[in-house]
């Protein structure tokens, strides 16, 4: 009569150092040391892993200082992505001045003020959307325009813009698709 209890041999299997595959850390830690002041989609694109991927990487090594973010704003209303590079003990020349070459061929308007990050108070994004306005005169944007350029939700966006235009200090000037420029009496 057969057995019902079956025991089964196993063979351990060990890692060799040399075959072990590189993991996505690893990629991309070579391709920053090899491309510093580059962008994260950039990055990832070099490596062959997904951009949001290597954005977790970078900024969990920025939080422990492996990793040096520079941050390059907003440029013709759109933000624009920031620069990565390897933190050393010695910053090189060409790593500080890549950012300032790529922000001088590039006609930024930035805003008065750096943006504020995480949770506003009340009326603080009615003002920044009035203050953005207020930068391009004669001009009409749309929520998602200034949504994007403030990184802040279009719907908060609209509210904000159609109470400005209830108080007056905003126009609305196409309906479908909304648009809002400044009211030419806060111009002046």
Do not use: C
């Amino acid at each position: 009569m057969p057995s019902k209890n079956r025991t089964k041999t196993t063979a351990k299997i060990e890692k060799d150092s040399a075959t072990t595959p590189e993991t996505a850390a690893s990629k991309l830690r070579a391709a920053l040391v090899a491309a510093p002041g580059s962008t994260a989609a950039d990055l990832a694109v070099s490596v062959g892993i997904n951009k949001s991927t290597a954005g977790k990487i970078l900024a969990r090594w920025e939080a422990d200082g492996t990793a040096i973010r520079t941050a390059r704003g907003v440029v013709d209303g759109r933000r624009v992505g920031d620069l990565w590079s390897a933190a050393t003990d010695a910053m090189e020349p060409e790593v500080v001045a890549a950012p300032e070459l790529v922000e001088a061929a590039v006609p930024v308007r930035e805003p008065l003020d750096p943006l504020p990050e995480g949770r506003l108070k009340p009326g603080a994004l009615r003002q920044l959307a009035e203050d953005y306005l207020r930068m391009h005169p004669g001009e009409a944007f749309g929520p998602t325009h200034i949504g994007r350029a403030l990184g802040r939700s279009q719907g908060a966006v609209n509210n904000a813009l159609e109470a400005s235009t209830l108080a007056g200090t905003v126009v609305k000037t196409q309906a479908a698709p909304k648009r809002f420029a400044i009211a030419p009496a806060v111009t002046k």
